[in-house]
């Protein structure tokens, strides 16, 4: 079964939208591929399919009575451009798996799978579309936002085939237990303490916002320094601001990721400059204190050189407790499989945080061997998966007792 769940997410990797990388957008081309392979296997396991208005891949597996209440696991199978195998879909092939492992047996409770839409924010610069779904957040402003090619969010769903009238459907409804999410680390410290698996307790809040710095382009060589002002120099002193920041706040990250210098010609001072800012901390408090300083330092950054400067808020999502019932019960089945109980607060969103808002949510790290993730080399151990499948086998009977 092992070998199967890596099989899968590497055979899943070549449902590309490039030849030669593995990017996967909000419902671009591939998603159907990716239906394909996974609604087949589950009606294999006899759980009926369905994709929803959001364009969310689920399937359920029924309980021993009819309406039982619900059991959720799932992650998404979008993925950021040139990303590894297994960032998102590998919570999905393990949920399949654990059906699988079940070999018909029923519990008390029914077990919904889902394979989320998105979750990366990659084509619509906001992310989060599969889950927000189910949370019932789905709202007109996020279906109306574009992508570079102007497209929205509800003709992207129009044009795969469904229908975002119908997005309140895909609400999550009746009885749910919670919501169990596998995921690899995507950072060093399981590997560094050699553990297969952890419990994750909580999830760091995260803030992106859009910087537009204004100035005023020139020529590079008949305009004094004196007497530029060059967006790109007042962005430069923003960055390292945000880095000095960063590192002075224990817990604190902080990425400026992403760059745009117009006209973007190497003899003409660059008179705009686009770019992005995702700061992040467990405490709210903390994270947002953090993101005023800096944008205290882009404007600081902007008066010395005559410069404009503006931004826009693209997420604003508070840090996440897991639910304390249900976490406990997964470190039960972790040390009921033989391994230590390593907690930790996950750095990285998911979309365990959007479902929290409406159900319980818990979720289980495995190792992420080197600490690699968004990146080609991603990878994971055999017998990390198997640790996971043990681990979600003995929280289902947890669950069922």
Same mark, same amino acid.
């Given at each position: 079964?092992?070998?199967?769940?890596? +099989? =899968? =997410?590497?055979?899943?990797?070549?449902?590309?939208?490039?030849?030669?990388?593995?990017?996967?957008?909000?419902?671009?081309?591939?998603?159907?591929? &990716?239906?394909?392979?996974? +609604?087949?296997?589950?009606?294999?396991?006899?759980?009926?399919?369905?994709?929803?208005?959001?364009?969310?891949?689920?399937?359920?597996?029924?309980?021993?009575?009819?309406?039982?209440? $619900?059991?959720?696991?799932?992650?998404?199978?979008?993925?950021?451009?040139?990303?590894?195998?297994?960032?998102?879909?590998?919570?999905?092939?393990?949920?399949?798996?654990?059906?699988?492992?079940? %070999?018909?047996?029923? #519990?008390?409770?029914?077990?919904?799978? &889902?394979?989320?839409?998105?979750?990366?924010?990659?084509?619509? *610069? &906001?992310?989060?579309?599969?889950?927000?779904?189910?949370?019932?957040?789905?709202?007109?402003?996020?279906?109306?936002?574009?992508?570079?090619?102007? =497209?929205?969010?509800?003709?992207? !769903?129009?044009?795969?085939?469904?229908?975002?009238?119908?997005?309140?459907?895909?609400?999550? $409804?009746?009885?749910?237990?919670?919501?169990?999410?596998?995921?690899?680390?995507?950072?060093?410290?399981?590997?560094?303490?050699?553990?297969?698996?952890?419990?994750?307790?909580?999830?760091?809040?995260?803030?992106?916002?859009? #910087? %537009?710095? %204004?100035?005023?382009?020139?020529?590079?060589?008949?305009?004094?320094?004196?007497?530029?002002?060059?967006?790109?120099?007042?962005?430069?002193?923003?960055?390292?601001?945000?880095?000095?920041?960063?590192?002075?706040?224990?817990?604190? &990250?902080?990425?400026? *990721?992403?760059?745009?210098?117009?006209? *973007?010609?190497?003899?003409?001072?660059?008179?705009?400059?686009?770019?992005?800012?995702?700061?992040?901390?467990?405490?709210?408090?903390?994270?947002?204190?953090?993101?005023?300083?800096?944008?205290?330092?882009?404007?600081?950054?902007?008066?010395?050189?005559?410069?404009?400067?503006?931004?826009?808020?693209?997420?604003?999502?508070?840090?996440?407790? =897991?639910?304390?019932?249900?976490?406990?019960?997964?470190?039960?089945?972790?040390?009921?499989? +033989?391994?230590?109980?390593?907690?930790?607060?996950? *750095?990285?969103?998911?979309?365990?945080?959007?479902?929290?808002?409406? !159900?319980?949510?818990?979720?289980?790290?495995? $190792?992420?061997?080197?600490?690699?993730?968004? %990146?080609?080399?991603?990878?994971?151990?055999?017998?990390?998966?198997?640790?996971?499948?043990?681990?979600?086998?003995?929280?289902?009977?947890?669950?069922?007792?």
């Amino acid at each position: 079964m092992t070998a199967d769940v890596i +099989g =899968c =997410c590497r055979e899943i990797a070549f449902m590309s939208e490039s030849a030669d990388s593995i990017t996967r957008t909000f419902l671009s081309p591939p998603m159907r591929e &990716v239906h394909r392979k996974l +609604g087949e296997w589950m009606e294999r396991l006899a759980m009926p399919v369905e994709v929803d208005a959001a364009g969310n891949l689920r399937g359920i597996y029924a309980g021993r009575q009819p309406n039982a209440p $619900r059991l959720v696991i799932g992650s998404h199978v979008d993925t950021v451009p040139a990303a590894g195998a297994y960032d998102g879909v590998l919570g999905v092939v393990l949920a399949l798996a654990l059906v699988e492992e079940l %070999h018909g047996r029923r #519990f008390a409770f029914g077990i919904e799978v &889902v394979a989320f839409s998105e979750e990366e924010g990659v084509r619509f *610069g &906001v992310p989060f579309i599969g889950s927000r779904a189910l949370a019932g957040t789905l709202d007109a402003d996020l279906l109306s936002r574009r992508d570079v090619n102007g =497209c929205t969010v509800a003709e992207a !769903i129009r044009a795969f085939g469904l229908d975002p009238a119908n997005a309140p459907d895909a609400e999550l $409804r009746g009885d749910i237990l919670g919501y169990l999410e596998f995921h690899i680390e995507q950072g060093p410290e399981l590997e560094s303490l050699d553990l297969p698996v952890a419990v994750v307790e909580a999830i760091a809040g995260q803030s992106r916002l859009d #910087f %537009h710095f %204004h100035g005023q382009s020139g020529h590079a060589g008949t305009t004094p320094m004196r007497l530029r002002r060059d967006a790109l120099a007042g962005a430069s002193e923003w960055v390292s601001a945000v880095e000095r920041l960063a590192l002075a706040t224990p817990g604190l &990250v902080a990425t400026v *990721g992403r760059i745009e210098a117009r006209p *973007g010609a190497g003899n003409v001072i660059a008179g705009e400059v686009r770019a992005s800012l995702d700061v992040r901390h467990a405490n709210d408090q903390i994270r947002r204190r953090a993101l005023e300083e800096m944008t205290r330092e882009a404007e600081s950054s902007a008066r010395k050189r005559s410069l404009t400067v503006n931004w826009d808020i693209r997420m604003d999502q508070s840090a996440v407790v =897991c639910d304390q019932a249900l976490t406990t019960q997964l470190a039960r089945a972790v040390e009921k499989q +033989g391994h230590h109980v390593h907690r930790m607060v996950s *750095g990285a969103g998911h979309d365990a945080m959007v479902l929290a808002r409406k !159900i319980p949510v818990t979720m289980l790290f495995l $190792r992420s061997p080197g600490g690699i993730s968004h %990146h080609p080399d991603e990878s994971v151990r055999q017998e990390d998966v198997e640790a996971a499948l043990g681990v979600g086998l003995a929280f289902l009977e947890e669950l069922g007792k």
